[in-house]
Structure formats: structure tokens, C-alpha cells
């Protein structure tokens, strides 16, 4: 990882414009997704773009942004910058914080833009070593069987990623997970991951996302039912709310004395929420959002702090190509190392519902566009042809935790 202790809360720009407008655009891009981009318009015509994809909250974040504006309009970018940084006591919490993030990223992209540098290089230059990717499958599994997993994997790698996660779960919660139903769900998963491992190869990087489904002895049982599928790292397996910790713990000793790494906290805010998570040791790989955790300088002072502690991060990135571009600038700006998320085969508005310079898969690595700021733009016309969905939000829904 480079040198950087933390990317700079404000970014000088010197420009003389000032905030007209921010705007929520929701698109529906698959019956259980939708998407969600901030546009910032300045008053000179110039405007930039965030994402703040949070299913099921975008009512939620729209109320938010429109309680916001107030103090957002007529601020200059450098004003607006000095403001874009985590609120872990925010009443609206991680909706709210998502709002925060979008802003930052569009703000990034404006200064990029006013600056003529893309912005990886805003802080002096980037790394530009190609970065690794791997497929999120889950959403372009299309037969919840072993063998439809195994066929939407052995396509994810024909398109060339360098690894595959899986989200092999369906029912199960931490309430039901040691009863017989849960234990029948489990090995029903164990199946769907040995038909993927034996589909992919016994190289290529796997990783398993339990969604927080398990408890701490069904996760134990799982781990140990792994043992011929050479996991990469397993994902939050039980919830991360304080009262699991001591779980979370123990899990990470388990799964490396099983030869994987336990990784997870996806949905921290700042780095005063990754902070239990680095400091009591639960994981071997944490995973900031750019969507979520309060924007670059946030998840710059994350990994800084993981660093520190011999802990890996790797970016969450499953939602879309805003947030995937954005993600790809603060890799490079870092210098991370850990392979790069993209969900795939979700919806072919990844491509063609922005114009620009993308992060595209190329040789199985996501380069970081050279064009000044995020280097694209959302297509309006093309969103607004694809109404949002209304997704449940459901307090079954481990998602939701």
C-alpha cells in the first residue's frame, strides 16, 4: 500500500462556482435491484457523479437529500469538500451516511474535472498497476442448483476474472440456522460451493458470502464442511453488531486453522466504525464502501488503520458502474492490493448506461480512466427508461441487520 496516512479531507480547487443543484436518480435494473446516483450541478454548467445504491432505502434518501439542501446550496466545492466526511451519529445512519458519500464522490469528480487530472491522481500520482478483479455471481445464477451455479461461474471466468464469490444461502437466518432446516440449507450450500470449485478449477481464488445468515455454531459446522473447497476468505458469516464479536472472533482462529481468511464489515461508517473491527482482530480482510463508509478520505484513514494492524482491505463493490468507477480511482490512489469486486452479468446497463472512459474488464484487471475526474457520465435517457422496483425491506432479511 503506498505511503498515503490519509487522503486529504479538501480538495483546493479554487473555483469560483457554487452548488445549483444535487438530484437522486433511481433506476430499476433487475427485479431485486435498484440503483442510485447523485448528480452535483454547479452553477457554471459543470456537474460530477456519486452513487448511493442502499436497497430499499431510497425514499429514505431522497427525504434526506431534500432535508440537506439547504446547506448544501450555494457552497463553493472547496466549502462543500471541508463537509463531506462520515457522521457515525447521524440519526439517518448508514441511509444518511450514503447521501454523505455520493457527495463526496461527485464533489471528487468536479474537482478532477476543474483540476484537468483524473481523480486517482489528485493527490499526487497513482499507482497504476492494473488492478485484480473478481465476479461477485450471484444475481446471474439463474437455477439455484449446484449445476446452475457451477454454469454461471464457468461463465464469469470465460469473461476473465482472476476469482469467483458466491452467495450460496437462501432462507436460512441465525435463528433457523442449527435447526434441521438450517443444517439441510447448509449442506445444500456446501454442494453449490464443491460444484463451483470443481467447475472453476482448484486455483482460481473462491470466496463464499454468507449475508450474516449463520450462527456461530452453524458457521463452525460450515467452515468444517469446506474443507475440500479451498476458500479464498468467507464472508460475514454471523452478524457483526457488538454482542457477536466474541463469535466473530473465534470464527477468524477457525476458518484460518481451515486455511481460509475470515473477512467482512462491509457496512462500517468512517474509521471510527471500523475501529472494533481492526482493534479486537476479527478479521482477516475488511471491506469498506465507498457508497457507504463517507466517501475517499474515509475509507483513506480504514485502510490506513488496517494497514497498521496487518489486516487487508478489499473494496464491497457490488452495485454499479458509478460506484465501480469511483472504486477503481480510490484503489489506484492507494495502491490496494486486494482484488476488486464487480457484480456480474447483472444488468447490461453496467455498460451502456454510462458514456465515458469506464473501468471495463481488460485482461482480468480494472484500470483507473486517465481522463480528468470519474472519467464518466450516467446516461439519463437510458436510466429514466427503467423505472425503479420497489424492493421489500423485511426485518427477516439478515441484509438489513
Known sequence: MRSHSIILETRKTGAAARVADVSLHVAGVAP???WSFLKLVMDDGRHGWGELTLRAHEGAMSAILARLM?????????????????????????????????????SLDLAGQYLDLPICDLWGRADRTPLRSYATVNRSVRERTPAGFAQACKAAVGAGFQGIKIMPFD????????????????????QRILAVRDAIGPDLPLMVDCHWRLDGDAARRFI??????????LECPVPES???????????????????????????????????????????????????????????????????HDIAVSPHNPSGPVAHAHTVHVC???????????????????????RGNA????????????EP????????????????GDVALSLFDPSFA
Open 224 to 233: 468444517d464442511d469446506l474443507s475440500d473447497a479451498r476458500l479464498h476468505w
Open 242 to 308: 457488538p454482542e457477536w464479536h466474541d463469535s466473530i472472533r473465534a470464527l477468524r482462529r477457525h476458518a484460518n486453522h481451515a486455511g481460509m481468511r475470515l473477512a467482512g464489515a462491509e457496512n462500517i461508517i468512517g474509521v471510527a466504525g471500523a475501529l472494533p473491527f481492526v482493534a479486537q482482530g476479527l478479521y482477516d480482510v475488511i471491506m469498506p464502501d465507498i457508497k457507504y463508509c463517507g466517501g475517499y478520505g474515509e475509507f483513506a484513514r480504514i485502510a490506513a488503520l488496517a494497514a497498521g
Open 32 to 34: 431485486r435491484s435498484n
Open 70 to 106: 439547504p446547506s448544501i446550496r450555494n457552497l463553493t466545492l472547496d466549502e462543500l469538500a471541508t463537509l463531506c466526511k462520515a457522521y457515525p451519529g447521524m440519526p439517518a445512519g448508514r441511509a444518511g451516511n450514503a447521501v454523505i458519500s455520493a457527495l463526496d464522490q461527485a
Open 332 to 354: 489506484a490512489a492507494l495502491g490496494i492490493t486486494e482484488a476488486v469486486e464487480q457484480q456480474f452479468a447483472e444488468s447490461p446497463l453496467f455498460e451502456t448506461g454510462v
Open 171 to 190: 432462507a436460512v437466518t441465525p435463528r433457523t440456522a442449527s435447526s434441521a432446516e438450517g443444517v439441510a440449507e447448509a449442506a445444500r450450500a456446501v
Open 373 to 388: 475526474g470519474l472519467g464518466i457520465v450516467v446516461d439519463e435517457a437510458i436510466l429514466d427508461g427503467h423505472p425503479p
Open 359 to 370: 473501468s471495463v474488464l481488460r485482461d482480468g484487471h480494472f484500470r483507473a480512466s486517465a
